[in-house]
């Protein structure tokens, strides 16, 4: 079975610094990924997604991720970050044999302050 | 093109009442999933639906738990005799037709349906 864990649960960081937050996974098979963010009281929206191809995606609002094999990572970066990017931010895998069902991680709530 | 709908955005019952959340796809899509948000939880898959079949319910409660999607008109998620441990948000997602196996489709999610049970 497929597992996603999500070290963080949350992440401070202030205004224009680096961030990344950290996603691995568990799957004896291929596995699509997938990055949603959730703004407070709203639903997910999808930031980025791993399919097939270069390991390093770019993906909406500025943020990238790098698929690691080896590793079994999928961690999500943004050079500089705003105040608006204040979310909670969630992992997901899905097998490739399957049809949309996803397993998302515990979510990372990334908190940035001036 | 209006996005995944899902309506009421809350909900608040009683011990013991019955709960019925609402969701209608984008235009066009004829998968529909449901996941559920716990408190500080990720979302967990509950349910998929195509019209009016069920495919995969491996996620839903045995006891009290129920789904559909009719041919004409929204999914619905009933939840009966609610507990307190049913208080979570209820998300509907949905993708297209004939491609659900491929990895190049996303799902598409609504805003939520917010249950609190008393």
């Known amino acids: 079975a497929q597992s996603v864990t999500q070290l963080d649960s949350q992440v401070p960081v202030f205004e224009e610094a680096p961030v990344e937050l950290r996603c691995n996974y568990s799957?004896?098979?291929?596995?699509?990924l997938f990055w949603y963010v959730q703004y407070p009281n709203q639903g997910l929206q999808l930031l980025l997604k791993?399919?097939?191809?270069?390991?390093l995606v770019k993906g909406i609002n500025g943020f990238e991720a790098e698929f690691n094999k080896s590793q079994t990572s999928f961690h999500l970066r943004k050079p500089s970050v705003h105040i608006s990017d204040t979310a909670e931010y969630f992992c997901?895998?899905?097998?490739?044999?399957?049809?949309?069902?996803?397993?998302f991680g515990t979510g990372t709530r990334l908190l940035v302050s001036p | 093109n209006a996005g995944v709908m899902q309506n009421p955005r809350h909900l608040v019952r009683r011990r013991g009442q019955e709960a019925r959340l609402r969701c209608s796809p984008m235009?066009?899509?004829?998968?529909v999933y449901w996941y559920r948000q716990l408190p500080e939880e990720g979302l967990k898959f509950m349910v998929y639906?195509?019209?009016?079949?069920?495919?995969?319910e491996s996620g839903m409660p045995k006891e009290r738990f129920s789904a559909e999607f009719p041919k004409e008109g929204p999914s619905i998620l009933r939840i009966q005799q609610v507990v307190r441990g049913d208080s979570a948000a209820y998300f509907c997602?949905?993708?297209?037709?004939?491609?659900?196996?491929?990895?190049?489709?996303?799902?598409?999610f609504g805003a939520g349906s917010r249950l609190t049970v008393l």
């Open positions: 997602a949905s993708s297209p037709p004939g491609q659900g196996h491929s990895g190049a489709n996303v799902l598409t």
């Open positions: 799957s004896s098979v291929s596995v699509y």
């Open positions: 791993y399919l097939s191809g270069s390991t």
């Open positions: 997901a895998v899905r097998v490739n044999t399957g049809f949309q069902k996803l397993v």
């Open positions: 235009k066009g899509h004829s998968h």
């Open positions: 639906l195509q019209k009016e079949n069920i495919i995969d």
